[in-house]
């Protein structure tokens, strides 16, 4: 029993990213107000991100820069040593399309409020029922 709570305890990270998605989730699901959801939503993909780069980490690795690589045979190179870029790279891109995401939502939320004058979900359905 005492080694599953040390398991436990040693993902502290993976519990604090497992709590920012169900915060993000919560307000996606249960909020009403358009901004709301919104902010709910860039909460889940911070959450999702700052997942990816905490497994892309390892420990005592380095960089995969190989000095002097292009002539020296004389030893091998080892994957284990280094660490992987890919992740980081790739997260990057998420890191702009939902920069991108949250202004393309802020922009058609702007439109909504100006067309309905008022941001709550509720609402707005009943209006567009009502027409």
């Known amino acids: 029993m005492d ?4 398991f436990i305890v040693s993902k ?11 915060i993000g989730m919560y307000a996606m699901i249960v909020k009403k107000n358009l901004v709301k959801k919104i902010i709910g939503m860039n909460i889940f993909q911070t959450a999702i991100i700052l ?3 905490s497994i892309g980490a390892k420990r005592d690795a380095t960089l995969p820069i190989i000095a002097h ?3 020296d045979a004389h ?7 280094y660490m992987n870029p ?9 890191i702009v399309v939902a920069v991108a995401t949250l202004g393309v939502a802020l922009a ?24």
């Open 3 to 6: 080694g599953l709570f040390d």
């Open 12 to 22: 502290y990270n993976y519990w604090g990213y497992v709590v920012l998605m169900m």
């Open 51 to 53: 997942f990816y780069v």
């Open 69 to 71: 690589g292009h002539g």
């Open 75 to 81: 030893h091998a190179v080892h994957a284990v040593d």
């Open 86 to 94: 890919l992740p980081h790279v790739l997260m990057l891109t998420a």
């Open 108 to 131: 058609l939320t702007i439109k909504i409020y100006k067309q309905y004058n008022t941001l709550e979900e509720d609402e707005i359905n009943a209006r567009l029922r009502g027409r």
